[in-house]
Structure formats: structure tokens, C-alpha cells
């Protein structure tokens, strides 16, 4: 399995910008796909977003989409997801997560970070 950690979570107000980082302990970051999930208190984890090895395809909730951006650095080993104009109903645990093929499942995926706590106050 890969060993993944998120950077970047804190508080940050509506119309600002934060960018979560995700760093990959693995010589085969190139081989995964990579997703980026959240859950908020009381609901089920849910997809924001994925990209492909290459970067060649990326997917994103309707939720998010326009908003937010996934990106990836395969020299660095690191997947990026910059948010932009977030608002209160993005307060959520974030959690970055590898898989061999893209998917908005979290079952699609088999090794998740900890995650990271983003809040975003008015």
C-alpha cells in the first residue's frame, strides 16, 4: 500500500483561497490515480475529485467544479487541490486517496491519508 499524508487544512473564510497537499511515500506515484474525498460531520465520505497518472484526466462533484482544481507532481510525488471562493458547506475532513483506476467510489481506492481538517467560517 501507499502511505499517504495531507498538508495545507486550517480555517480560512468564504472567497478566500487554501491549497491541500498530499505527499506519497511510494517509488510507483506515477502507477496511481489519485482522489481527494471529505466528510463532514453526521454524512458519508464524498468524492470531490481524481486525476489520472498523467494528469490527462480529471473528474470533479458538481458541487466543486469551477471551484476547485486537483493537480499532481509526479517528480515531487504529490497531489495538490486548490480551493478557491470555498464556502461554509465545504467544512469538512479531507482525505487524499490512491487507486488504480479512477473512480468517485472511496471503494475505488485502497490506501486513504489521515486527513486534513478544513473550515471555512463567514
Known amino acids: 500500500q501507499v502511505q499517504l499524508a495531507e498538508s495545507g487544512g486550517g480555517l480560512v473564510q468564504t472567497g478566500d483561497s487554501l491549497r491541500l497537499s498530499c505527499a506519497a511515500s511510494?517509488?510507483?506515484?506515477?502507477?496511481?490515480?489519485m482522489g481527494w474525498f471529505r466528510q463532514a460531520p453526521g454524512k458519508e465520505r464524498a468524492f470531490v475529485a481524481a486525476i489520472s497518472w498523467g494528469g490527462g484526466r480529471i473528474y470533479y462533484s458538481d458541487s466543486v467544479r469551477g471551484r476547485f482544481t486537483i493537480s499532481r507532481n509526479n517528480t515531487k510525488n504529490t497531489v495538490y487541490h486548490q480551493m478557491n471562493n470555498p464556502k461554509s458547506e465545504d467544512t469538512a475532513v479531507y482525505y487524499c486517496?490512491?487507486?488504480?483506476?479512477?473512480?468517485?467510489?472511496?471503494?475505488?481506492?485502497?490506501?486513504w491519508g489521515q486527513g486534513t481538517q478544513v473550515t471555512v467560517s463567514s
Open positions: 486517496a490512491a487507486g488504480s483506476t479512477l473512480s468517485d467510489y472511496p471503494q475505488g481506492y485502497k490506501s
Open positions: 511510494t517509488r510507483t506515484f506515477v502507477s496511481y490515480v
